[in-house]
């Protein structure tokens, strides 16, 4: 089991920016591709970005590509979500997630991630 943990959300201006972390306990974080999503509220949840577990490839949805950067630090077991320049078009909850694939790769796909974090809230004001 993996349990996450997302922290970092809030209420900030259009044009600010925010880092969300993700903290991960239970099996080996290394091993893991870790996404972010996001869902407002009445909408699916969509993919945001990802990253496989030695960062070789990364992946990014075209709205956030340029504005946001998914990192890990393997050695706090952690995941960050740098996100610059948001837009009203940005809040929404963030869920951290993890998809063991010791071989590597990313996916976009809700279904392949096996781990969820509760979310957190991101609130963008125009």
């Known amino acids: 089991q993996v349990q996450l943990m997302e922290s970092g959300g809030g209420l900030v201006q259009a044009g600010s920016s925010l880092r969300l972390s993700c903290i991960a306990s239970g099996r080996t974080f290394s091993s893991y591709t870790m996404g972010w999503f996001r869902q407002a509220p009445g909408t699916e949840r969509d993919f945001v970005a990802a990253m496989d577990w030695n960062g070789a490839n990364t992946d990014y949805a075209d709205s956030v590509k340029g504005r946001f950067t998914i990192s890990k630090d393997n050695t706090k077991n952690t995941v960050y979500l740098q996100m610059n320049r948001l837009e009203a078009g940005d809040t929404a909850a963030y869920y951290c997630?993890?998809?063991?694939?010791?071989?590597?790769?990313?996916?976009?796909?809700?279904?392949?991630?096996?781990?969820w974090g509760q979310g957190t809230h991101v609130t963008v004001s125009s």
């Open positions: 997630a993890a998809d063991y694939r010791p071989d590597g790769g990313t996916g976009r796909d809700t279904r392949e991630y096996d781990y």
